[in-house]
């Protein structure tokens, strides 16, 4: 019961990434050829609502508990610089191929998708080589 | 009832989903203070299917701590089950005309659904570049720490300089590969 709300979320997200067809391998073609704004309106608007968001629960809520009692406050994203730069080149590398990012590979894999159930046993299999690679790697 | 139905199955436009995904991000810092993001569960599920006898430093952790963003995760596939499969579109994918002509160019057919199925079925081709994807997508997002939903969403909105380093990371490899790489697979 205690995690429900983390279903509730993860539900309307995997929903909503279908619906707005933002896991379609077609609409991230179209979005890295730039020949629609569908993908451009999704992340930007996406952007200005969680920017509201959040300045508006630092300004009501700052310090006070969220419902699992936890002291409000926003997750950092940690030390380094060029794991983001490269990581986020490799990742990208594979998104403009496949064209599933990893939300999209969970929703896909509830719609019964072999391609993304695929994608999603290579995405372990990378996440394991990083695991392995990962003190050889500039940080 | 119909209304609703149609509402479900219809496909969404951007100003509606923008914003419910973009909520996300102060709903889980509301929720329990987590991060809004779903690639680090490709590290728990590495974490829990890791035999004893390999113990690879990097997964050996109590992954049962991260069982909120394993459920967050299950909800995603039941959001997708819900959402392909019931309520799914029964009209065919509503692309710009470029990318019509663009793919018809590319041998790429519109099927039903979202999908092309040369790249979503099963044939080897499709699996080996599939799978081989797959690795850099795991690779990528653990080694950058996040995905689109993470650095993209959940950073940027946050104001975090490091997930400004990984979009531009993210958008110019995806640029490269889409460019470069995927128009050849067809021919």
Known sequence: MRYLPYLITGTLFGFTMVKTEAASWYR???????????????MMSAIITAVIGVQLMKRYYAGKASIEGTAMQIP????????????????????GVIGLCPGPIFALVGMGSIGALVALAGALHGTWL?????????? | MD?????????????????????????MIWIGNRSFGISQNLE?????????????EFFTYDWRKHTWSLMFALGAVLGGF?????FANPDPINL???????????????????????????YWESIVIMFLGGILVGFGTRYASGCTSGHAITGLATMQ????????????????????????LFQ
């Open chain 2, 44 to 56: 728990h599920l590495c974490a829990i299917t890791q035999p004893k006898s390999v113990s690879v």
């Open chain 1, 76 to 95: 950092s994203k940690g030390p380094g610089r060029y794991r983001f730069i490269l990581g986020g080149l490799i990742f990208g590398l594979g998104w």
């Open chain 1, 28 to 42: 991230i073609m179209e979005m890295f050829y730039f020949q629609s704004f569908h993908m451009y309106g999704i």
């Open chain 1, 130 to 139: 990083y695991g392995v690679l990962r003190n050889y790697l500039p940080q």
């Open chain 2, 3 to 27: 209304t609703l139905i149609h509402l479900l199955q219809s496909p969404w436009p951007w100003y509606v989903a923008g914003p419910i995904i973009g909520l996300m991000v102060p709903l």
């Open chain 2, 82 to 86: 819900l959402a392909g499969i019931v």
């Open chain 2, 161 to 184: 300089p490091q997930s400004l380093l990984a979009v531009i990371g993210i958008f110019a490899g995806g640029l490269i590969a889409a460019h470069f790489i995927t128009p050849h």
């Open chain 2, 96 to 122: 710009s005309i470029d990318a019509l002509t663009m793919f018809a160019y590319w041998n790429v057919p519109i099927g039903e659904g979202f999908l092309p199925p040369v790249l979503f079925g099963f």
